[in-house]
């Protein structure tokens, strides 16, 4: 099977994201690749050294600058006339892009697979991750999202994959790009975070949020995490929520601040491999799933905690 | 301006999923039903878009089985005029269901259709770039605000890292984030007006669309239970056991 994996990057460089999706494509056969943007020769060098590379295929034109779904896909349409299956990260740009090539491939989109149990077989969370679907495809062709925590990364040296350009597909006129606001930070991103730091509704306000829970993750070389409840109150931006439709994160080390553990909460963090929760609720239900607890004040306890450390 | 809203009816998000024993799904007998969480957020926007005076009719769509009914007289009752029931008492994936609103824009030549992100039963986040592709119409997902004027909508988005703003040409897609608006709830005396507004009734052979499913669900399985572990006196004990894992000095 030839696979066409969607390099996700900044135009500067390959997002981490690409290499658990390389590792997916993988299993189901060779691994061609997609570098779409403008400007983006060094972005193409880097995609050819992932290790297991073949074909990198580099589309370099104004109308891919910004990822648009409306300008990516048609491009992506034409690439899979010659390949099998199509993988793209779940990441937010991932989500957007995907579905819009399905439907023009006439395809059934396969969201977040977990596993690749065999060519037309797949494993999938369903209702927030409380069950896991074993699905099987019917479609001649596959488009498939993967969840980046439950794959192995490839490694991002050792391949030598071949350089392609491809013509653009043009600019559809359908939308355009009016700025974004991203937020810069020295902290570890989420997705890639060894130990994650989240707080959830009981930090009252937003000053609390900086003087208590940034401070201890920057102790820990943490990245920073919230529920939803802390991103609604605004205490943090949208990007730092964690859950069944924010992030997912799988990191060494999970620490749950004044978050109650709701379904959605979960379905964001529950594989990762140790979970701390600290709450003064001690039947919250977070404590059902944490390898660790702590029951008390936060108030009392974060700022103890991060003296001692 | 027009606006069509899909919505769809799934397992209440207060309730606690659980899954048949025979491995063939969620148990959804006898359990709360409710409106997406994502889709009363888009209905919500659309009456907004209304009471500012950018719209003049709202559209409910749902497929589904007929108690799907129920969802579309919740969202009448919120403030939409009209719905469109679409039976099928079969699962339609979402290529199937964008393929149906395809044919319903068709129909109605809404200037902006406003889904959910993602319906939190499958969580597939699909239909709404589905149906923008099929449409060829421009697609602003996980919308945290929307700006219609002048043949434009201006749709704030949440996007790993941050924000980011598309300007679309009309029509187009849009789907909603948990940050786009906080849906109302319906008053009494609306549930009540929204009993006789219309709802047809319609079946996806009333469109000539072919939904049988591409996929097959081989099993549904709980995933590996994580148990609860320990827990600890204070603060030093606390940073014993960091210690001990290596996170801290
Ligand atoms: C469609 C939909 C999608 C959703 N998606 C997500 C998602 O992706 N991610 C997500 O997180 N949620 C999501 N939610 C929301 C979820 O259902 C919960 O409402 C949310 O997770 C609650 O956040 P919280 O735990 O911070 O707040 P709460 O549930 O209010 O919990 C606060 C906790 O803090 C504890 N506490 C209070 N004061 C103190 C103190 N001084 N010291 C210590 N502990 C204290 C309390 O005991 C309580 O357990 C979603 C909901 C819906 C409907
Ligand atoms: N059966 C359905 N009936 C009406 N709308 C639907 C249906 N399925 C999905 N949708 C719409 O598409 C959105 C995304 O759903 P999904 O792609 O299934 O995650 C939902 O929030 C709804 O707005």
Redesign the pocket.
């Given at each position: 099977m030839k696979t066409l994996v969607w390099v996700e990057h900044d135009g500067k460089a390959v997002k981490d994201a690409t290499l658990a999706v390389v590792t997916a494509a993988a299993k189901l056969g060779e691994v061609h690749l997609l570098v779409a943007g403008q400007g983006v020769s060094e972005v193409a060098a880097e995609a050819a050294r992932i290790a297991g590379a073949g074909k990198v295929h580099v589309a370099d034109d104004a109308a891919y600058a910004h990822a648009l779904a409306e300008n990516v896909a048609p491009l992506i349409v034409e690439l899979m006339g010659h390949h099998d299956a199509v993988l793209f990260p779940s990441t937010s740009n991932g989500k957007n892009i995907a579905p819009r090539v399905a439907a023009l491939l006439d395809v059934m989109q396969i969201s977040d697979i977990l596993s690749v149990e065999s060519a037309d077989t797949f494993t999938r969370p369903i209702y927030?991750g409380n069950a896991i679907a074993t699905v099987q495809s019917k479609d001649a062709r596959l488009v498939l999202t993967v969840r980046g925590t439950a794959f192995e990364k490839a490694s991002a040296e050792g391949g030598s994959g071949v350089i392609e350009a491809v013509a653009s597909t043009g600019d559809k006129g359908l939308s355009v790009f009016a700025g974004a606001e991203i937020a810069k930070s020295e902290r570890p991103e989420l997705t890639s975070a060894k130990i994650i730091v989240s707080?959830?509704?009981?930090l009252?306000n937003s000053e609390n949020f900086h003087s208590l829970i940034e401070p201890l993750a920057d102790k820990l070389g943490a990245g920073v995490g919230?529920?939803?409840?802390?991103?609604d109150a605004g205490y943090v931006p949208n990007d730092y929520?964690?859950?069944?439709?924010?992030?997912i994160v799988a990191p060494e080390v999970y620490i749950?601040?004044?978050?109650?553990?709701?379904?959605?909460?979960l379905?964001?963090m529950k594989d990762s491999k140790t979970i701390i929760a600290?709450?003064?609720?001690e039947d919250?239900?977070?404590f059902q799933v944490a390898d660790i607890g702590l029951v008390?004040?936060?108030?009392?306890?974060v700022p103890e905690l991060t003296e001692k450390l | 301006m027009k606006v069509l809203v899909p919505v769809k009816r799934v397992l209440d998000?207060?309730v606690k999923p659980r899954v048949k024993a025979d491995g063939t799904g969620v148990d959804l007998a006898n359990v709360k039903m409710s409106m997406?969480?994502?889709d009363e957020i888009a209905v919500e926007e659309a009456i907004r878009l209304k009471e500012k005076g950018v719209v003049t009719e709202i559209v409910a769509v749902s497929i589904g089985e007929a108690k799907s009914q129920e969802t579309l007289r919740t969202a009448l009752a919120m403030g939409a005029d009209r719905a469109i029931l679409v039976v099928s008492e079969e699962k339609v994936e979402p290529l199937g269901v964008a393929k149906l609103l395809a044919k319903i824009a068709g129909e109605e030549s809404p200037d902006l259709i406003i889904l959910g992100k993602?319906a939190?039963d499958d969580d597939n986040n699909q239909t709404g770039q589905m149906l923008a592709g099929l449409l060829g119409w421009g697609q602003g997902t996980f919308a945290s605000a929307v700006v219609v004027a002048d043949g434009v909508a201006k749709v704030t988005r949440e996007v790993d890292g941050g924000s980011e703003t598309e300007e679309l040409k009309l029509p187009a897609i849009v789907t909603t984030d948990?940050r786009l608006n906080e849906p109302r709830y319906a008053s009494l005396p609306n549930i009540m007006k929204a009993k006789s507004k219309p709802l047809a009734q319609k079946t996806p052979a009333d469109y000539g669309v072919d939904v049988s499913p591409r996929l097959t669900t081989l099993k549904v399985v709980e995933p590996a239970k994580r148990t609860a572990g320990v827990k600890v006196a204070d603060v030093d004990e606390l940073i014993g056991k960091l210690k001990a894992m290596g996170v801290a000095k």
């Open positions: 927030a707080g959830g509704r009981a009252q919230a529920s939803r409840a802390a991103v929520q964690v859950g069944q439709t924010g992030k749950a601040i004044g978050i109650s553990g709701a379904i959605q909460h379905a964001g600290i709450n003064k609720d919250a239900p977070i008390g004040d936060l108030f009392k306890i | 998000y207060n997406n969480p994502f993602q939190i948990l």
